[in-house]
């Protein structure tokens, strides 16, 4: 590839101009403290992607309720963690100030770790492994609406350029939104009540933080790749319909979102499909269908972040099949893809626990030197046995730690 290297050019996203066109994704690593607040481990992690260079980067999913998580360690966004996370992002503001850095603002839902947590369900039949989970309604939607309005707020006072509304994932907004969200309720049913959690918390985060400086936009799952989930034609089909995705994102932007990132399938239902493995690396292509919907759903100014590109690296990902190293690296898919107009910002995610420092690297001419991601998912493995991690590939000391945790 020669010529202009377009993922090191500038992109404005809401008033803000960026230095580039890669992010790091949200990448939960539950290293928080007893009490939700960043610890040593987390503020190690998020001083890389701050010195590595990303334009848009992402917190990683932060709860504003802790009766309902998804892991013991996760980071809270509640009253009593202000105080922590002001000094967080002013230390990582400190190292760079010229991204965007975002807080994706979640509640687990039916997913919140069953042991350690409440999950929660908004459908009278359970989804299929979801019958422990509590059957809630209005009532307490509205308090956990209530919840992410303050924690959207907070984020703004600790100095956050703005927030993901996490619509995505089967997390509880892509609970809410998924046609198998099916009985009559005020967020329930037919697509126009589904689709309103998401438009009400948007307006009210809008109008409660009232700063126009302040970044709105929402992950969002366009298709989930199971019946009833998100991007699906009904409750029980798995046929692909991306009309209410379609709707969902030409929504949020009439509200003031100012971008969409792109997901696909939900880890705990269709891991592969959310993050393509090294034995299916070709779903990841499938990402650049998604992301071209979304490009062409939502005007320019409205910027599209694709996900799913950290298995290309430098070509050398050997799973991918008909189809040549040299054409299949990050740099090219990315370069493609922006120039194509398909996506805006391309996302990296378990790349960015690897090596954070892509932008960097790049922009000193030093791309031998990135540690690129192998695709091996034991990120994840850290994550699901409920141990804080990261890349164990590149990182000695959860080399040892993953040794311990596999006997
Ligand atoms: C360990 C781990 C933690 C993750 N945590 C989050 C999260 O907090 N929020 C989120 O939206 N996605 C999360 N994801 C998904 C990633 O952000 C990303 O969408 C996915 O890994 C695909 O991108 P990639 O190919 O660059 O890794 C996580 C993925 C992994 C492997």
């Known amino acids: 590839m020669s010529g202009k290297n377009l993922l090191l050019t500038p992109v404005t996203v809401g008033g803000k101009t960026l230095p580039n066109r890669l992010a790091v994704g949200a990448m939960e690593c539950n290293d928080a ?88 369900r908004v459908t009278k039949e359970p989804l299929f492994g979801y019958e422990h989970a509590a059957l809630i309604g209005e009532d307490e939607i509205n308090v956990i609406m209530d919840q992410f309005v303050e924690g959207a707020k907070i984020a703004r006072d600790a100095g956050a350029d703005g927030i993901d509304l996490k ?39 809008v109008k409660e933080v009232a700063d126009p400086n302040f970044i709105i936009g929402s992950k969002v799952t366009v298709y989930d790749g199971f019946p009833g989930g998100q991007g699906t034609a009904g409750p029980d089909t798995a046929v692909m319909d991306l009309s209410e995705t379609i709707d969902l994102v030409k929504g949020l932007e009439e509200r003031g979102a100012s971008y969409i990132i792109e997901t696909a399938g939900a880890p705990y239902h269709t891991e592969d499909l959310s ?44 799973t991918f099949r008909a189809v040549s190293p040299e054409n299949n690296t990050l740099k090219f898919w990315g370069n493609k893809n922006i120039g194509d107009g398909i996506a805006d910002i391309v996302s990296l995610g378990r790349q960015s626990l690897a090596d954070a420092s892509v932008p960097r690297k790049m922009a000193e001419g030093k791309e031998g030197e990135i540690k690129w991601c192998v695709g091996c998912d034991n990120c994840t493995v850290f994550l699901v046995s409920g141990e804080g991690g990261g890349c164990a590939v590149h990182n000695p000391a959860l080399a040892e730690k993953l040794k311990t945790l596999k006997k």
């Open 275 to 318: 993050k393509p493995s090294r034995s299916k690396p070709y779903l990841g292509y499938l990402h650049f269908y998604f992301q071209k919907i979304l490009r062409e759903a939502l005007r320019p100014e409205t910027k599209v972040i694709g996900t799913g590109y950290s298995l290309y690296r430098d070509g050398k990902q050997k």
């Open 167 to 205: 619509l995505c994932t089967g997390y509880l907004g892509s609970q809410i939104l998924r046609p198998f969200n099916k009985d009559n309720w005020k967020y329930g049913g037919a697509w126009e009540k589904r689709r309103q959690y998401a438009f009400d918390l948007t307006e009210r985060i």
């Open 33 to 120: 403290d007893s009490d939700g607040n960043p610890s040593k481990a987390t503020y190690s992690r998020y001083e890389k992607y701050f010195e590595g260079g990303s334009g848009f980067i992402s917190l990683e999913a932060i709860t504003c309720q802790r009766e309902s998580v998804s892991s013991l360690n996760q980071l809270c966004l509640t009253p009593a963690n202000a105080k922590s996370l002001e000094k967080f992002v002013r230390h990582m503001k400190d190292i760079n100030k010229d991204n965007a850095f975002i807080f994706q603002i979640t509640h687990a839902g039916e997913i919140s770790h069953p042991r350690l947590s409440k999950p929660v």
